[in-house]
């Protein structure tokens, strides 16, 4: 039985459906579910059934709310939503924001924009429109929107103000609902090129001549937002000759270049790390570059030095020190 069908069958009942996996569904009552409720949920879906217990005032609300967000969507459909999630984006886009903070309140959706560093808030939305939002942006990148209970990231683009956007997306499931955060890729709007890095006239001979070494690792760390991005394809494209075969494994694949081999990492089992990797380590003079050192990765096949030459530069943002 789908999901769909579980719904009325528990409002039946006085009950609301909380979950509904491969395994397990949640429901929550106000008092001990009825018999005929917990033979007919057993019956139609052979899973295992956990149950919440809930104050009469809190059914009540989760009701009253689940009533209010159905009238919503009716008033406010698909078109109106998907628009308004494109006036968030765009907005972002305006304000050159690096990422776009959606969460869920009791009382209202907060959303706020990070522009060089600081997070600002947007006026704020009505609570209704949490769900049908989040929803929109979990469709866009794919994810699956039946989930509420497990974090989820994902990457999708569109076309906003006439430009090609990527944006990276990542859930968290909270108190009120999923929050969300996304990350603007693709926006890089200066060139890329080593003299506009502003680097000193002694810098930019260092950092040049560390990429012009024939093998090594080059680690460029910082905080969010102060550059590495831009540092490291910038290096690339530096070294982005016809002669020189460059292979990249990112996660994600932030900035397209022309005439190099870009992977972007797949979460399944079998195009993790390591096994992208591989093949580079198979071919002779390669240069290689690791995206995104920071991601959870295979310590071994970070440190493991490949038998041709290789050149390899993973951007890491640095941890804090925890205090004693």
């Known amino acids: 039985m789908k999901t769909e069908q579980l719904i009325p069958l528990c409002r039946r009942y006085h009950a609301m459906l909380l979950h509904s996996d491969e395994q397990t569904i949640s429901i929550a009552v106000v008092n001990t579910p009825p018999a005929e409720l917990m033979e007919a949920l057993r019956f139609a879906t052979q899973k295992r059934i956990d149950i919440e217990c809930w104050s009469q005032e809190q059914m009540d609300k989760r009701l009253q709310a689940q009533e209010k967000q159905a009238q919503l969507a009716q008033n406010d459909g698909p078109e109106n939503i998907a628009e308004r999630v494109n006036q968030i984006l765009e907005q972002a886009l305006r304000q050159r924001a690096s990422d776009i903070h959606i969460e869920p309140t009791e009382t209202h959706l907060r959303i706020r924009l990070r522009v060089d560093g600081v997070l600002h808030a947007l006026p704020l939305l009505a609570p209704e429109l949490a769900a049908p939002v989040i929803a929109r942006l979990k469709v866009l990148a794919s994810l699956d929107i039946a989930e509420h209970r497990l974090p989820q990231d994902g990457q999708f683009a569109l076309n906003l103000a006439g430009r090609p956007l990527s944006f990276r997306i990542a859930t968290l499931p909270c108190r009120y609902g999923e929050k969300i955060v996304l990350r603007l890729l693709h926006q890089v709007d200066q060139a890329l090129d080593l003299e506009a890095l ?121 941890i804090p020190p925890a205090k004693p």
């Open 198 to 318: 502003g680097l000193s006239s002694s810098q930019l001979a260092a950092f040049r001549q560390a990429l012009n070494q024939p093998q090594g690792l080059l680690l460029v760390t910082g905080p969010t937002g102060s550059g590495k991005t831009v540092s490291l394809y910038s290096a690339l494209q530096a070294r982005n000759r016809e002669q020189v075969n460059i292979c990249s494994v990112e996660d994600p694949l932030e900035i397209p270049i022309a005439g190099m081999n870009q992977t972007q990492i797949n979460p399944a089992p079998d195009s993790l790390f390591t096994v992208c990797c591989a093949p580079c380590y198979a071919r002779i003079r390669i240069l290689s570059w690791w995206a995104r050192s920071a991601m959870p990765r295979p310590l071994k096949s970070r440190s493991k030095p490949p038998r041709p030459v290789i050149w390899c530069s993973p951007p890491c943002t640095p």
